[in-house]
Antibody, heavy 119, light 110 residues
Framework: QVQLVESGGGLVKPGGSLRLSCAASGFTFSDYYMSWIRQAPGKGLEWVSYISSAGSSIYYADSVKGRFTISRDNAKNSLYLQMNSLRAEDTAVYYC????????????WGQGTLVTVSS | QSALTQPRSVSGSPGQSVTISCTGTSSDVGGYIYVSWYQQRPGKAPKLMIYDVSKRPSGVPDRFSGSKSGNTASLIISGLQAEDEADYYCCSYAGSYPLVFGTGTEVTVL
């Protein structure tokens, strides 16, 4: 069955960096667009970034543009999110998700990894 | 792009029906047939319940249905069960901005 497993979260100081990973299995990873979505404590869902199947198209939310970089390694069935210049407001659970047909919905979700930005 | 507007909470007794609204604009909900709904139980990841306004993924009970009229989409839960207690989020394609979420609705089973 489809599995998405995030890792790499933790506690980091403001201005610091962190790299999240998402290991995919149970489907042909290279065929699917992938995305990162986050959820601040007690808040709603916020789309962060997405990347096309081959990695040629990338989009970012304005709140992370210039600080976060999404990438993927199709040979390793893995998705990444490099987060630099972290701020307190980046504190959230970060989910990776695969996009469904025509990339208009999030089909499968990982269990999430918590990122806490605090001094 | 602003978040889509959902009621903060809805509630119903077991067996009843509840409807969750999701209001956007002609640039998102009203302009496309690409509205999806997600269920998030406490401490868990979101789960796709409805896509393309009214389609159900395999394994989702047919008690869950979706519709859209103008700039407002709706998720209807018929025959409410205790296990349906969760937060629900709508999401819409919005053209140049890939996908935008709703504010979320807490469903309480009385």
């Amino acid at each position: 069955q489809v599995q998405l497993v995030e890792s790499g979260g933790g506690l980091v100081k403001p201005g610091g960096s962190l790299r999240l990973s998402c290991a995919a299995s149970g489907f042909t990873f290279s065929d699917y667009y992938m995305s990162w979505i986050r959820q601040a404590p007690g808040k709603g869902l916020e789309w962060v970034s997405y990347i096309s199947s081959a990695g040629s198209s990338i989009y970012y939310a304005d709140s992370v543009k210039g600080r976060f970089t999404i990438s993927r390694d199709n040979a390793k069935n893995s998705l990444y999110l490099q987060m630099n210049s972290l701020r307190a407001e980046d504190t959230a659970v970060y989910y990776c998700a695969s996009l469904g047909s025509f990339n208009r919905y999030f089909q499968y979700w990982g269990q999430g990894t918590l990122v806490t930005v605090s001094s | 792009q602003s978040a889509l507007t959902q009621p903060r909470s809805v509630s119903g007794s077991p067996g009843q029906s509840v409807t969750i609204s999701c209001t956007g604009t002609s640039s998102d909900v009203g302009g496309y047939i690409y509205v999806s709904w997600y269920q998030q139980r406490p401490g868990k990841a979101p789960k796709l319940m409805i896509y393309d306004v009214s389609k159900r993924p395999s394994g989702v009970p047919d008690r869950f249905s979706g519709s859209k009229s103008g700039n407002t989409a709706s998720l209807i839960i018929s025959g409410l069960q205790a296990e349906d207690e969760a937060d629900y989020y709508c999401c819409s394609y919005a053209g140049s901005y890939p996908l935008v979420f709703g504010t979320g609705t807490e469903v309480t089973v009385l």
